[in-house]
């Protein structure tokens, strides 16, 4: 079947990927918009070597419309979604604002893909862009033992935080590297040129960031166990693109670094590499893949059902545009959208 798509957001960082991800993967379209707000409109975006022109998110942009692509802030995901979703589409939305939502699937489809087949509210919900390749790089291993604990640290890039946050940064990366002085963050917290970041993000009461409190809730709902227990501390690093991940994760029985390594090297979008022949994770690399890419797999020295991974996946691919891409695949294959 092919299938009437409306991309929203599509002049963000999340939305420019999100036409070359659809592109890339030929994925089966009958037509294409491209949707943000009104100070976008009459802009050209570029899909599939052909010019498009934006036009303004209003209802009725959405007759016809089989699968919303939305990526916007959470405030307009929470007007507009509902009202696409009424309008008769399926709405796969990357913002924060419906993945809590028991009513709304939280999907990773490496992992979870079983879940699109109860959406309610005619919206899914893409997670957060760390806990998605953490559910890809931990599922395989949940399936030797079941999990029961993960720490996490993150190396998190600055297109984290959108268009906005990179040309802040690329901004204070050219003076910071001629020497000159650093102009004030407009998007970051403070300077991430030559700097790291833990307090990047909205500080919630429980003082856990709005980010690492979206990292416990969204583990837990994406692998289906609320009991499972989530120590995050999230860190904006000086990299551009692509998301990095230290993991130690506790199981309920100690699993061999070979079984592993095994289950890991035939998991679905996990790309495994091997320390021994040099190889190791590197965002640098990752940036522009829709993999997820684990390495350095050891054995938790101070506990024997432990295993420590180091995981880097691209936050605006995998942790967003592909990651939405293939739900959309899947809402297709499997005749949910009609
Ligand atoms: N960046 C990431 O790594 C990442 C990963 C996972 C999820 N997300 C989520 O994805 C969403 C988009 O993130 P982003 O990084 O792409 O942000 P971004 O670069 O700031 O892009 C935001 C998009 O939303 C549109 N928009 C803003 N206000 C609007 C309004 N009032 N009405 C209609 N459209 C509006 C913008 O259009 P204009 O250009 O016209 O303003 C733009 O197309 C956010 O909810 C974010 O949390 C981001």
Redesign the pocket.
Known sequence: MAVNVAV????????DLMRRVLAERNFPLQSIKF???E??VGKQVEFAGKPYTVEA?RPEAFAGVHIVLS????S??KEFSPIAAKAGAIVVD???AWRMDPDCPLVVPEVNADQLHHIKKGIVA?P??VAIPLCVAVKPLHDLGRVRRIVVCTYQSS??????GLADFDAQNAAFAAGQPVPAPSAHRAQLAGNVITLDWTLDPNGFTEEENKVVNETQKILGDATIGVAPTCVRVPVRVAHSLAVTAEFDRPIAVADARAALAKAPGVVLMDETKGEFPQPIQVEGDDRTFVGRVRKDPSNPNALCLWVVAD??RK??ATNAVQCAEELVKRGIVK
């Open positions: 929203v957001g599509a002049t963000g960082a999340v939305g949707l943000a707000s100070k976008s998110i990526s916007t802030p959470s307009v995901s990357n913002s924060s893409n957060n862009c297109s984290g935080k959108g268009a906005k936050n605006l942790g967003a």
